[in-house]
Structures are given as structure tokens and as C-alpha cells.
């Protein structure tokens, strides 16, 4: 009977589950931070870690529990504080916004007294404060548009977005003009794919859907000038092929300097498909590609 079961109940497994996460060998920022968020308005305060793919808010400085994670690839937006109709009566407004699919983080607190007043290291151990919301504002900025897709180094996050603007080939051969590949496209730039001669091609993730994709980053000026015409071609023609046999395109982008060639991401090459079949080799139905 259910009252003399010696089966553990479901939910006792559900809460037993442990939420930690190792500390990532390249982090580009820590320090405490404090957000609320669409769907919870207490203000909390954690430990943030920021790598080239996620943002984790650990529980301490020290230990690997974690709150929650905010991979990168999920960003929509990161922009200054403009919506305050969530802010609790008499709390200090936010300073920055990120928007996923799903929720908007709140981040940071504007002390309505004057910073100078409060020693640097209480405000760096308490999370709040507009220096502190601003320096990490600059640094999600940056890896949300890592260095191998602008070539440049961000003075600010408008400026920023100005030097990699960008246009956009698509299947049907409309152009749409100003389109930044880093707010379609997550780029990880410890993530390489492949090289050659021209470029490298690095694992990314299309912000909406979530779905991994290989991009190609190619070097202008390592890149003949008549070619540039006859890849733009090419790029058309593989847009509108689909072939089990061939990897899919997806689109172009293009600056002054570089063009990013956006791809169907395969998971494992020929080779070790050959190795990890039966008999180690391919049968021809398969290899008539």
C-alpha cells in the first residue's frame, strides 16, 4: 500500500538535487551584485561570475551552490534602466536591465546618497551603487560582443554599437541594413571550430530559438577583393539548397572588415562517425554523398 511504500517520494529526489557549478578557468568579471527581476520583486544579493558563456549568481564568493545561471546566448537586450513600474514603494531604482525570453533581470541599485560618502570596499561587498552596476554593464557588453566579431575595442556600450553595424544577406535577397550579428548571434570565442586560410569558424547560439550554429569569421583583408563577389554568390545559391548531404547556410553578415558566414553546426565529424560504426567503415547508402 502507498502508506508502507519503502519507495523515496518524488519531491524529497527533487529537493535532494544539488544546484553547484565549478568555477570556470576564464572569468572576465566577479563581485556581488543585486537584481530583481519580472517575475519576483525582492531585491537579492549574490556572488556574480561572468565568462565568455554564462552569467552564474553563486550563493557566496567562496562555495560552488549557485541561485541561477544567465547564459548569454538567451540575452535580447541589455540596456540602461527605463522600466521602474515594478520598483517597490521607497526602494532605490535598478541601473541596468537584461532581457531574456522569459524574464527581465533588474540589476544593480542607485543609492539615492552620495557614493563618496560610503568606503569603496562596503560598496564592492554590498553589490549596489552606480559605479559598481556600471562596471559590470561594461564588461556583460563586452562579452555579449566578443572581440573576434568587432575587432575593436569597446569604449562604451554606445559607441560600441555603432562600429559594428552591419548588413544582413538573407534566402530571398532582401538586405536589411544596421544589423549587429551579436544581438541575433552569440558568439564564443573559446569555442573553435575549425581554421584556415581565410578565417576560423567558431560554436554560437541564435539568441531566439537556442539552436547551436558554426560561424565563420572571415578576415578582410586576408580576403582576395574579386573573391568577395564570387562568395557573396555562393552564399546565395547554398541559402536556398537543402541536401541531407550538404551543411546548411543560414545567412551573411558583413563590416568593413570582416564577413561572418552563419552555418548549420555539425555535432562530431566524419571521421569519428566512421570510428564509432560497426564495423569501422561506412556502407555506400551512406558515403554517396
Given at each position: ?14 529537493q ?25 520583486t ?5 556572488y ?5 558563456k554564462?552569467i552564474?549568481l ?14 548569454l ?6 540596456e ?9 514603494e ?6 541596468f ?6 524574464l ?8 539615492l546618497r552620495?557614493?563618496?560618502s ?10 549596489v ?41 538573407v ?5 536589411q ?60 545559391i ?20 570582416r564577413?561572418?558566414?552563419?552555418m ?26
Open positions: 500500500s502507498p502508506s508502507t511504500s519503502n519507495n523515496i517520494p518524488l519531491m524529497r529526489i527533487v535532494s538535487v544539488k544546484h553547484t557549478k565549478r568555477k570556470s578557468s576564464n572569468v572576465m568579471k566577479e563581485g556581488w551584485m543585486v537584481h530583481y527581476t519580472s517575475k519576483d525582492l531585491r537579492k544579493r549574490h556574480w561570475r561572468l565568462d565568455s554564462c552564474t553563486f550563493q557566496n564568493d567562496t562555495g560552488s551552490k549557485y541561485y541561477r545561471d544567465i547564459p546566448s538567451e540575452i535580447l537586450s541589455l540602461p534602466a527605463q522600466n521602474f513600474s515594478l520598483l517597490p521607497g526602494a532605490n531604482a535598478h541601473c536591465e537584461i532581457t531574456t525570453a522569459s527581465v533581470y533588474y540589476v544593480g541599485e542607485n543609492l552620495s557614493e563618496s560610503v568606503t569603496s570596499s562596503t560598496i564592492l561587498v554590498s553589490g551603487g552606480q559605479d559598481v552596476a556600471r562596471m559590470w554593464e561594461m564588461a556583460i557588453q563586452h562579452a555579449l560582443m566578443p572581440a573576434v566579431s568587432t575587432g575593436i575595442c569597446h569604449s562604451s556600450h554606445h559607441s560600441g554599437h555603432k562600429e559594428v553595424s552591419m548588413s544582413i544577406s534566402s530571398n535577397c532582401q538586405i541594413e544596421n544589423v549587429d550579428i551579436n544581438s541575433v548571434y552569440q558568439i564564443f570565442p573559446d569555442e573553435v571550430l575549425g581554421s584556415g586560410q581565410f578565417g576560423i569558424v567558431y560554436g554560437g547560439k541564435q539568441r531566439k530559438s537556442g539552436r547551436d550554429v558554426a560561424i565563420k569569421i572571415i578576415d578582410k583583408l586576408r580576403f582576395p577583393t574579386k573573391q568577395e563577389s564570387q562568395l557573396r554568390n555562393e552564399v546565395a547554398l541559402q536556398s539548397l537543402h541536401h541531407q548531404g550538404v551543411v546548411n547556410l543560414e545567412c551573411m553578415f558583413e563590416t568593413p572588415e564577413v561572418f558566414v552563419v548549420e553546426k555539425l555535432h562530431g565529424d566524419m571521421l569519428e562517425m566512421i570510428l564509432s560504426s560497426e564495423k569501422g567503415r561506412l556502407p555506400e547508402r551512406i558515403t554517396k554523398f
